[in-house]
């Protein structure tokens, strides 16, 4: 036993509310734990509790019974920004690299890359996660525990994170919105809800598959429906035979005197008891009926149907010799071409450039005057201010009326009034997409440049988010490794190589 709590409870300090209540949990030997759930429900707060994070104790506080053996490892969704400047060099100063050289081949992740004088912040999102997770390996920990690990990750990178997830020598418990991850790798859930307007709290533990959590749970919630559905029409029918009964009786000149009063012979005195015994045996009766389960509300996202461009209209001309980052060229002879409403995928491995590229062509539009671009960044920050909160960000931004807009919109986005005066830079990365996203639908962008734009959508949230690209009129260019992404959204996928974009499909 690593790590037990018995009934934990988790509340944020700034507006009282309860993220977790009464959490009972043991992390074994060989297990792969999945914490999952909307967005800015109390997941990476959890995690931090659980190991141990002092930075929570800012924000949150705890009760219950919390226990911890060994050395723990804790990779955040976010570092500090100053650690995003120091170089690779500076990064790794203090570990023993070539001690984990198999890691290190493992992870295909090339050595001299550590030793560089490019800093973190400057190489791909893919690089990025590798070097993070290289550095956690390195202090040799007894547990490790995990907040979105797969943010940027390619495809063959994904495969690697998923195997080394599944066959890693110590426990795991992670945070994570892939599917593929949480279908390659968990052999446990931890299932966290905020429900009713996130002023109830639910947590559940199952140690099964994700897959199979999920057809447990969908089942589970048929049946528990259906159940209390049934109970709920049989006690109608009940009180509707009660009330007939009494009905009948009332107007039954048999029971009563001529002047209308009950007759004293026994029987309307004996009608009247056993009512009231029927009555009382039925109330019982519904104050032990099933309960329709809560499940928590799914976001409303949509785009405004009218804004659209002309199928003819031609969106991009876009052909470059070579494409370079850090004086190194990483693709050339690229070309691109974009005409109305089509909807453009771009893969490829990490570090190939496909976030400098799209940064080239965000560049070329909004130098346009014919297009309304709206983008959603790989680095949220490059795009929100951190420091301000959403109602504040929202008041700068935008008139009245469209601010009565935004925060009806925040609302259908499960954001509750107490999120909606907190610092962007509190909330959590699902939280701050989502005001992304709402801002690209204020703005009425008819051309959208999106940079993993899945990557912190929960699988409760994400369809809702294809759902709304998808019927988006206007033109999409978009950066993805989320097969479900490009295959929903996107009419046409590219993979970037050295050679340029190759057309996939």
């Not at 490790?144 to 994170?161: G, I, K, Q, R, V």
């Not at 593929?180 to 709290?201: D, F, M, P, S």
């Not at 032990?288 to 149907?305: C, G, K, L, N, S």
């Not at 690209?440 to 690209?469: H, I, Y």
């Amino acid at each position: 036993m690593l790590l037990q709590t018995d009934k934990l409870t988790v509340t944020l300090q700034k507006d009282g509310r309860v993220l977790i209540e009464d959490f009972t949990f043991v992390l074994k030997r060989g297990d792969k734990i999945a914490v999952i759930g909307e967005e800015g429900d109390g997941k990476s707060t959890l995690v931090k509790v659980l190991c141990g994070e002092k930075s929570v104790l800012r924000y949150a506080s705890y009760t219950g019974m919390l226990k911890r053996e060994g050395k723990f490892a804790y990779f955040p969704q976010f570092l500090p920004e100053e650690e995003y400047d120091k170089t690779l060099c500076e990064y790794f100063a203090d570990e023993d690299v070539y001690a984990h050289y198999g890691i290190l081949r493992e992870m295909e992740l090339d050595d001299g890359l550590l030793f560089s004088q490019r800093t973190l912040r400057s190489v791909s999102g893919g690089e990025r996660v590798k070097a993070r997770l290289f550095k956690l390996l390195c202090a040799d920990p007894d547990a490790l525990f995990f907040d979105e690990p797969s943010n940027d990750l390619d495809a063959h990178t994904l495969d690697y994170l998923c195997s080394f997830l599944r066959t890693c020598p110590v426990p795991v418990l992670f945070v994570s919105h892939d599917e593929r991850l949480l279908k390659g790798a968990a052999n446990g859930v931890i299932h966290v809800e905020q429900l009713i307007k996130k002023t109830k709290c639910k947590i559940t533990v199952s140690r099964t598959g994700f897959e199979e959590y999920l057809v447990r749970r969908e089942e589970g919630l048929n049946r528990q429906t259906q159940i209390a559905l049934k109970e709920r029409a049989e006690y109608k029918k009940k009180r509707e035979r009660l009330a007939w009964e009494a009905d009948k009786a009332k107007n039954n000149m048999s029971w009563k005197n001529p002047d209308g009063i009950p007759s004293s012979d026994g029987r309307a005195k004996r009608f009247m008891q056993s009512a009231a015994a029927k009555t009382d045996r039925l109330e019982r009766e519904r104050e032990d009926m099933t309960e329709i389960p809560d499940v928590q509300t799914q976001i409303v996202a949509r785009f405004d149907p009218a804004v659209t461009l002309p199928h003819g209209k031609r969106v991009l001309g876009f052909s470059l010799a070579r494409l370079e980052a850090g004086g190194n060229v990483l693709a050339e002879n690229i070309v691109l071409s974009v005409t109305g409403n089509e909807r453009v995928g771009i893969t490829g491995r990490n570090g190939a450039g496909k976030s400098t590229l799209l940064g080239l062509i965000e560049k070329s539009l909004r130098a346009r005057q014919d297009v309304r671009v709206g983008s959603m960044p790989q680095n949220y920050a490059d795009a929100l201010d951190f420091s301000r909160t959403p109602s504040h960000y929202l008041q700068a931004h935008y008139d009245k009326e469209t601010q009565t807009k935004a925060f009806t919109m925040l609302g259908n986005l499960n954001f509750t009034p107490e999120e909606m005066r907190a610092k962007i830079g509190e909330l959590s990365g699902g939280q701050q997409a989502k005001l992304i996203f709402l801002n690209m639908v204020l703005q009425r962008a008819n051309v959208l440049l999106l940079d993993e734009p899945t990557r912190n959508f929960s699988p409760l949230s994400a369809p809702a988010v294809r759902s709304a690209l998808r019927a988006f009129g206007g033109a999409i260019i978009a950066v993805s490794h989320d097969p479900l992404f490009l295959e929903e959204v996107c009419g046409s996928v590219y993979e970037l190589g050295k050679n340029g974009l190759r057309r996939l499909r």
